[in-house]
């Protein structure tokens, strides 16, 4: 259990909603929760020592995203992938393909109650195969029944196999291009200034979302609420969306002051990058694809007799193909073949995001550097601030 110490309530409804959920109703819900406890500001901290060329960019409305799964704190373990949903959804599209095509050549081969039957039962595509079957090889010989029976199981068992490959690749690349940066809520405190603010020395770049903008609508779509755990082992349920493992954030201790926010981007590949990635994919495909385990999973039977009905059991053979796809020995193979897939994107790239509100320098941070920051902030009609103390309390004063 995540302790509640670590998070107020809002949060772990929302990451529980947001990690869980599809239903668009549902997750309307979550972002409404974000929406009532969006702060009215964001911040990020930079040494003191800040490129000068970073900074014009930043104070340009440019944002700095770093890969997801470059960050520390980064799992894609607690990432679960329903393929029993997946292939479900996929190979109805190709049921509905078949059930046309016996339409076209029987009119009457499905009668009405066949047809209901195939739309209730769990697996639509497979009840529709097996029901084929039945009515197909009535006549038939042993012989020639056995050779419908192998077809019959080897032609579904390749649709799903090709389809739970397929994705496991496809969510591969999905968390491979998931950038992201961190904000934090600028409160004029010593602990945060200590804990963000490399100790007093750096600077905070503010952003203003008090205002309803166009602009400020669009950017707030993209930032969540980050979720503190102490371990992976904390969250107690499956993990469905993968932009969740970017808001986890392993502490021991969090500070009352302690309320960060993550930007996330979903990269999308270029004409070029796209044409790269088709050439780059096709060993990978290859390999999987004639791997031994995974051969012998293709060559597997998995029709059974049921409830006095012939069954195709899927569940097996899911499970079977993710314990090779997750295996030490399949990934150590893959990794070499799927960083050439990964270097088609950078590890680093900056966006248009939106102009700061205003540029806060540390109170601490060097004299001699004062001048230069102030130069460049001010070309760009921002105001800069310079964070001063008085006994206990900070307050900032505008240069």
Same mark, same amino acid.
């Given at each position: 259990?995540? $302790?509640?110490?670590?998070?107020?309530?809002?949060?772990? =409804?929302?990451?529980?909603?947001?990690?869980? &959920?599809?239903?668009?109703?549902?997750?309307?819900?979550? =972002?409404?929760?974000?929406?009532?406890?969006?702060?009215?500001?964001?911040?990020?901290?930079?040494?003191?020592?800040? =490129?000068?060329?970073?900074?014009?960019?930043?104070?340009?409305?440019?944002?700095?995203?770093?890969?997801?799964?470059?960050?520390?704190?980064?799992?894609?373990?607690?990432?679960?992938?329903?393929?029993?949903? @997946?292939?479900?959804?996929?190979?109805?599209?190709?049921?509905?393909?078949?059930?046309?095509?016996?339409?076209?050549?029987?009119?009457?081969?499905?009668?009405?109650?066949?047809?209901?039957?195939?739309?209730?039962?769990?697996?639509?595509?497979?009840?529709?195969?097996?029901?084929?079957? /039945?009515?197909?090889?009535? $006549?038939? /010989?042993?012989?020639?029944? &056995?050779?419908?029976?192998?077809?019959?199981?080897?032609?579904?068992?390749?649709?799903?196999?090709?389809?739970?490959?397929? %994705?496991?690749?496809?969510?591969?690349?999905?968390?491979?291009?998931?950038? %992201?940066?961190?904000?934090?809520?600028?409160?004029? &405190? $010593?602990? @945060?200034?200590?804990?963000?603010?490399?100790?007093?020395?750096?600077?905070?770049? %503010?952003?203003?979302?008090?205002?309803?903008?166009?602009?400020?609508?669009?950017?707030?779509?993209?930032?969540?609420?980050?979720?503190?755990?102490?371990?992976?082992?904390?969250?107690? !349920?499956?993990?469905?969306?993968?932009?969740?493992?970017?808001?986890?954030?392993? &502490?021991?201790?969090?500070?009352?002051?302690?309320?960060?926010?993550?930007?996330?981007?979903?990269?999308?590949?270029?004409?070029?990058? !796209?044409?790269?990635?088709?050439?780059?994919?096709?060993?990978?495909?290859?390999?999987?694809?004639?791997?031994?385990?995974?051969?012998?999973?293709?060559?597997?039977?998995?029709?059974?007799?049921?409830?006095?009905?012939?069954?195709?059991?899927?569940?097996?053979?899911?499970?079977?193909?993710?314990?090779?796809?997750?295996?030490?020995?399949?990934?150590?193979?893959?990794?070499?073949?799927?960083?050439?897939? !990964?270097?088609?994107?950078?590890?680093?790239? =900056?966006?248009?995001?939106?102009?700061?509100?205003?540029?806060?320098?540390?109170? $601490?941070?060097?004299?001699?550097?004062?001048?230069?920051?102030?130069?460049? @902030?001010?070309?760009?009609?921002?105001?800069?601030?310079?964070?001063?103390?008085?006994?206990?309390?900070?307050?900032?004063?505008?240069?």
């Amino acid at each position: 259990m995540v $302790d509640n110490k670590l998070n107020k309530k809002w949060k772990e =409804d929302f990451f529980e909603i947001f990690a869980t &959920k599809s239903d668009v109703k549902e997750l309307e819900n979550a =972002d409404k929760i974000k929406i009532e406890h969006f702060p009215p500001v964001l911040g990020q901290y930079y040494p003191s020592n800040i =490129d000068e060329d970073t900074l014009i960019k930043l104070c340009e409305g440019k944002l700095f995203l770093t890969k997801s799964k470059k960050q520390p704190d980064y799992d894609d373990s607690l990432i679960k992938i329903d393929y029993e949903k @997946v292939i479900k959804t996929q190979l109805n599209t190709l049921m509905q393909q078949q059930i046309a095509k016996l339409q076209e050549e029987d009119p009457n081969f499905l009668k009405d109650d066949e047809k209901e039957i195939i739309k209730k039962s769990s697996f639509p595509f497979i009840k529709l195969m097996t029901l084929v079957y /039945s009515k197909d090889t009535k $006549d038939m /010989s042993c012989n020639d029944q &056995k050779q419908w029976k192998e077809y019959m199981n080897q032609f579904i068992t390749q649709q799903i196999v090709f389809s739970i490959v397929n %994705t496991y690749y496809t969510m591969k690349l999905y968390q491979d291009n998931i950038y %992201t940066t961190l904000f934090q809520t600028p409160y004029n &405190k $010593d602990y @945060v200034w200590k804990e963000y603010g490399y100790n007093h020395e750096g600077i905070c770049v %503010t952003y203003n979302f008090k205002e309803i903008r166009k602009i400020i609508i669009e950017q707030l779509q993209k930032i969540f609420p980050v979720y503190y755990i102490n371990s992976k082992s904390d969250i107690n !349920y499956d993990v469905y969306n993968s932009v969740c493992v970017s808001l986890l954030k392993t &502490k021991d201790k969090i500070n009352t002051y302690d309320n960060q926010w993550a930007y996330i981007m979903s990269y999308k590949y270029t004409e070029t990058e !796209y044409t790269m990635l088709d050439n780059l994919l096709e060993p990978v495909y290859t390999y999987s694809m004639t791997h031994s385990k995974i051969n012998e999973i293709l060559n597997g039977n998995y029709l059974e007799i049921k409830d006095n009905q012939l069954n195709y059991n899927y569940k097996k053979l899911i499970e079977n193909l993710v314990d090779v796809l997750n295996s030490n020995e399949f990934q150590e193979e893959l990794n070499t073949k799927l960083q050439e897939v !990964y270097d088609i994107t950078q590890n680093n790239i =900056d966006i248009d995001f939106m102009k700061p509100e205003a540029v806060y320098l540390g109170r $601490d941070f060097p004299e001699e550097k004062i001048k230069q920051i102030k130069e460049i @902030v001010q070309k760009e009609d921002i105001m800069i601030f310079k964070i001063k103390q008085s006994e206990d309390k900070l307050f900032k004063a505008l240069i």
